[in-house]
């Protein structure tokens, strides 16, 4: 099936740092989504965000919508070690919560010691 | 709000038997729910759509006869997973929306069934 391109694929950094990643569609999305994962759970909801160009914050976290609808960021400020885990982008084509979601394809973040 | 359980959270068995896996929303009725099954280091890939009371949706390259999926009511959806091989083995999640409440127009992710076929 279809998947997001996100990017970095992987990061490794000190207790801290502030993290950015971002994804990118060839095509428009209505919703994008941001998740976090544990190993062996399932996706947690960390921002939702419904308009071009929405700029949303969740504590330490920032995401915004692209304005070309095809992309979306998520930053992390002042990372701490419960941020570890994978975090996943998802895009959705239209308002209704009923259609499915398109996944990124996750960024794992370590934070070394 | 918003909680999504799955049970069971691992299961175990032999090849050829059939498993079964419920999903449900413990505070919110969901209308609609999610199966999704992920491989290791890989993320999630939609199985199918299940809408309470109606058939459910596939994505295309999964077998329904293979994948049953029962929404019978508006906080309980299960998975079958008939005559398992060992190549079904992976981490089975789904996930409920609600048009009101917590969950409005979001999905809701339970934590996850790990299904190991011997």
């Known amino acids: 099936g279809q998947q997001l391109n996100q990017s970095p694929q992987s990061m490794f950094i000190q207790e801290g740092e502030d993290v950015s990643m971002n994804c990118t569609s060839s095509s428009i999305f209505n919703t994008w989504l941001w998740y976090k994962q544990d190993p062996g759970e399932g996706p947690v909801l960390l921002i939702a965000l419904y308009k071009a160009g929405e700029l949303t914050s969740n504590g330490r976290l920032t995401a915004q919508f692209g304005i070309t609808r095809k992309d979306s960021f998520l930053n992390i400020s002042a990372s701490i070690p419960s941020d570890v885990g994978i975090y996943f982008c998802a895009g959705r084509i239209s308002n209704f919560g009923n259609e499915k979601l398109t996944f990124g394809t996750g960024t794992r973040l370590t934070i070394i010691p | 709000g918003a909680v999504v359980s799955q049970h069971p959270s691992r299961v175990i068995c032999k090849s050829g038997t059939s498993v079964k896996i419920e999903c449900r929303s413990l505070d919110f009725q969901a209308t609609t729910m999610f199966w999704y099954r992920q491989f290791p280091k890989q993320s999630l890939m939609l199985m199918a759509t299940s809408n309470e009371g109606s058939k459910a949706t596939y994505e295309q390259g999964v077998e329904k006869d293979k994948f049953l999926i029962n929404h019978a009511s508006l906080t309980l959806s299960t998975l079958t997973v008939t005559s398992a091989h060992p190549e079904d083995s992976s981490f089975y999640i789904c996930?409920?929306?609600?048009?009101?409440?917590?969950?409005?127009?979001?999905?809701?992710f339970g934590p996850g069934t790990r299904l190991l076929v011997l």
């Open positions: 996930s409920a929306i609600s048009w009101r409440g917590p969950a409005r127009e979001t999905q809701y």
